[in-house]
């Protein structure tokens, strides 16, 4: 009788195991499933936001397109209103920022002494208004022509840890700039507002528009009626309680993307 009960017991015993190991498989294929419908669902609003982004994009590139200059647009300042809109029942809101109030950082590449005198004077009033700590102007604008000289090769990079090379090439983005010897994090945050990085040495400022810092050291100059012209959009759309961000470097007078990345646009 005692051997019979221990049976049962034995029996009852491989029966919860087998019932609790069915639980736990079905929970786990359960949360298997959620997980893969967060990603697909996940997948889907990114790609879809993105492909509304793209639609703005062109919407903005047409309009950029038959305007001769930023004087053509709808406000006199750098940086436009927050323009909402929606489609599709994707919220959007679009910024966009004229690159002729920034000094572009690519007209350093092989720049002669009174083109890095501009880019030196900028550093030094950067650093006196900001009240931040920044490298000395005129050793960071050698530093920069140095950076994007494909003829050097700056040792000073190839003793840091880990070991480096400069860029040997023109900055795609203007955050390339924390890359150069005696750049800091800090320096970076309050130079950001003033700098870019768009194709070609040259840098037309805005005289109108810009910023008064920009306007006393460029004053002589003045973007000419054959001046590039780039602008920088940043597009965000929120869909499904999240949001994607786009930001594209324009190419406005020609109707071309320069650059896009899926990512909130530099400072």
Request: hydrophobic share 45%.
């Amino acid at each position: 009788m005692t051997s019979h009960r221990g049976q049962q017991g034995v029996a009852l015993i491989t029966a919860l195991l087998v019932m609790a190991l069915a639980v736990v498989a079905a929970v786990g294929m359960a949360m298997r499933g959620q997980a893969d419908i967060r990603r697909t669902s996940a997948v889907f609003e990114r790609d879809f936001s993105r492909q509304v982004a793209l639609g703005a994009e062109n919407m903005v590139l047409q309009l950029l397109e038959r305007a001769k200059g930023p004087e053509d647009l709808l406000w006199d300042t750098c940086r436009s209103p927050v323009l909402p809109f929606e489609v599709d029942g994707v919220r959007l809101e679009a910024t966009l920022d004229d690159m002729r109030c920034r000094y572009n950082l690519n007209a350093l590449a092989g720049a002669d002494e009174t083109e890095q005198g501009y880019f030196a004077r900028l550093v030094d009033q950067v650093g006196q208004e900001s009240g931040v700590r920044m490298p000395a102007g005129a050793q960071l604008a050698m530093a920069v022509s140095d950076w994007m000289n494909p003829e050097t090769d700056d040792p000073v990079y190839r003793l840091e840890t880990p070991v480096r090379v400069s860029g040997n090439r023109p900055m795609v983005v203007a955050s390339e700039l924390n890359s150069v010897s005696g750049m800091t994090a800090e320096a970076w945050q309050a130079l950001a507002p003033f700098v870019t990085a768009y194709p070609g040495t040259a840098s037309p400022i805005d005289l109108e528009r810009s910023h008064e810092l920009m306007q006393e050291i460029f004053a002589d100059r003045a973007a000419g009626e054959n001046a590039p012209w780039y602008m920088r959009l940043q597009v965000m759309a929120e869909f499904a309680e999240r949001r994607f961000y786009q930001c594209t470097l324009l190419d406005a007078p020609n109707g071309k993307v320069v650059i896009r990345e899926q990512t909130a646009c530099e400072p």
